[in-house]
């Protein structure tokens, strides 16, 4: 019963703090002298106009489900894995390399492809888990850095291994691409692929591990409370580097899927895509749940993808829907940072009733 009610409040919240986003995301626009109705209604008809439109949002909410599921599934284990960012750069050029290197039959190919990219992320996520295992280095230092040493690297092969020299690759073999002709014609032209399919599969899995296996609980347990965990007779170490291991592995698919199913091909970039860091608001809003990381995927691609249409329709500049994005973080951070306070007091108060 009182699992349910914390649901039910976790839910509630996270629908307030999307409303208040969206109001401060309204006054925003109003001091800045644009019409919030006219722009939420660009947003909304740019999401739901046409099959098109529909399309693109779909394919702008799938990375995100994924992301969003490799932060969550480290938040419940305890380890704040920031380096989904990285992992997901690492996962995209291990599936270019297999893209544009190996000739294999059609569906063979691009399973290879995708398995090849998990396993990739997987590996770039066991450094940090291992640091922090073995030697209690904080993971988010490491993710940090390990970030920048994905894109570095990426942008290093791209130019010298992946192609002549050049910004970009060509694009991969069309045996490893994830697109297929009924989702593009169903959608009037729009880039969704199968990698939405594989995105909602993932979620599946991630629910089942964590909630109705074995390795899932203790997962969960040493998120809550190693000590009592190792105590118990679980080892922490070993769950910490399979958390950060399978965190990496969907981060990885993540990058794996972009590049088969959207883009085709691997570009030098300036700067993180930014898609892992928007992970760590989907996972919040959602609770950290597989069910609510889906649902809050589609909230922030909707945004994102309505958001650019803003800007033509109601003349309203995109960094007002990063503000809209920012006002939920911020609402649905202080609900949390105030149940962690309620928790503490209903902690320190058992303590005192004890003694």
């Not at 073995?134 to 940090?144: D, K, L, Q, T």
């Not at 965990?229 to 958390?243: D, H, L, P, Q, T």
């Not at 803003?310 to 609900?335: H, K, S």
């Amino acid at each position: 019963m009182i699992g349910k009610l914390n649901r039910n409040s976790t839910f509630l919240s996270s629908i307030i703090s999307i409303v208040l986003g969206m109001l401060v995301g309204a006054i925003a626009m109003l001091l800045s002298g644009y019409n919030p109705i006219s722009a939420y209604g660009a947003l909304f008809n740019s999401v739901f106009g046409s099959a098109s439109d529909m399309g693109e949002t779909l394919r702008t909410i799938t990375p995100l489900i994924f992301a969003g599921l490799a932060v969550a599934l480290a938040f419940r284990t305890g380890m704040f894995n920031i380096g989904v960012e990285g992992q997901l750069i690492i996962g995209s050029m291990a599936a270019a390399f297999v893209g544009l290197k190996l000739e294999l039959p059609p569906v063979l190919h691009a399973v290879v492809a995708l398995v090849v990219g998990a396993l990739a992320g997987a590996v770039w996520a066991l450094i940090p888990g291992l640091l922090k295992a073995i030697r209690g280095v904080h993971e988010v230092i490491v993710c940090i850095m390990m970030n920048w040493i994905a894109l570095f690297l990426s942008n290093y092969m791209v130019g010298k291994v992946l192609s002549n020299n050049s910004d970009s690759t060509e694009k991969i073999h069309p045996s490893a691409s994830i697109r297929v002709d009924f989702l593009t014609d169903l959608f009037d032209g729009a880039r969704v692929h199968l990698g939405l399919i594989l995105a909602i599969l993932t979620a599946i899995f991630v629910y089942i591990l964590l909630f109705k296996t074995k390795l899932g609980y203790e997962l969960r347990a040493v998120g809550l409370n190693p000590d009592a965990s190792e105590y118990a007779g679980m080892s922490v170490k070993r769950n910490i580097i399979f958390s950060m291991m399978i965190s990496g592995g969907i981060a990885g698919l993540a990058g794996a899927v972009e590049l088969l199913g959207t883009s085709e091909y691997l570009a030098i970039n300036a700067s993180l895509p930014g898609t892992g860091f928007d992970g760590i608001a989907v996972a919040l809003l959602g609770a950290n749940t597989p069910f609510g990381v889906v649902l809050s995927s589609m909230l922030f691609g909707g945004l994102f993808n309505g958001g650019s249409n803003m800007q033509y329709v109601a003349g309203v500049p995109f960094e007002v829907i990063r503000i809209v994005f920012a006002a939920i973080i911020l609402f649905v951070a202080a609900n949390f940072v105030k149940q962690l306070g309620s928790r503490k007091n209903r902690k320190k108060k058992g303590e005192k009733a004890s003694a």
